[in-house]
């Protein structure tokens, strides 16, 4: 029964167009996670005084559970799209900005003493020496938050269907 539903699904075209919306859901919320992950964990990693005031809100939202942004986000954004992608996109956050925040804070200051010798400038030391030193924990994180992406996309359309 459910081959000659996946059949029919995609004869009539049905079946293209919900794999499409799902796959541009999850393209949409995981490039919006990923690109917020990435400026407040850079931001947090590299300056003690941003991680001083961000990071215990954004370790307090961690802890909420999954299953909790749902109707929140249903709330506050409606039933459509735009519900569904930021669920997705808190969902890709967490992992890749504490896996990035912890690559940045975990270089070995030897390094960033070696950059300040140099007299790096700020930037010149982030691009320098703490991102390529702080990418393969980058990396992680984005695998991670790309499987939870998948996770959180099935709830959203469980959910908000």
């Known amino acids: 029964m459910v081959a000659a539903t996946l059949a029919e699904l995609y004869?009539?075209?049905?079946?293209?167009?919900?794999?499409?919306?799902?796959?541009?859901?999850?393209?949409?919320?995981?490039?919006?996670?990923?690109?917020?992950a990435t400026?407040?964990?850079?931001?947090t990693g590299f300056s003690v005084?941003?991680?001083?005031?961000?990071?215990?809100?954004l370790q307090a939202l961690r802890a909420i559970p999954s299953i909790a942004w749902v109707p929140l986000f249903i709330l506050w954004f409606g039933i459509f799209e735009t519900s569904k992608v930021a669920?997705?996109?808190?969902?890709?956050?967490?992992?890749?900005?504490?896996?990035?925040?912890?690559?940045?804070?975990?270089?070995?200051?030897?390094?960033?003493?070696?950059?300040?010798?140099?007299?790096?400038?700020?930037l010149a030391l982030v691009r320098r020496i703490l991102l390529p030193a702080a990418l393969p924990a980058w990396l992680t994180g984005v695998r991670g938050g790309l499987g939870l992406a998948w996770m959180f996309v099935i709830a959203a359309?469980?959910?908000?269907?």
């Open 11 to 36: 004869r009539t075209g049905e079946l293209g167009r919900h794999v499409t919306a799902t796959l541009t859901r999850v393209a949409a919320g995981f490039a919006l996670g990923l690109v917020l």
């Open 39 to 43: 400026a407040l964990g850079a931001l």
């Open 49 to 57: 005084r941003a991680r001083q005031l961000l990071d215990p809100t």
């Open 87 to 122: 669920l997705i996109a808190a969902g890709a956050f967490f992992p890749i900005y504490l896996a990035l925040m912890t690559g940045i804070q975990s270089v070995d200051r030897k390094l960033v003493e070696v950059g300040r010798v140099y007299q790096l400038g700020p």
């Open 157 to 161: 359309e469980l959910l908000g269907a």
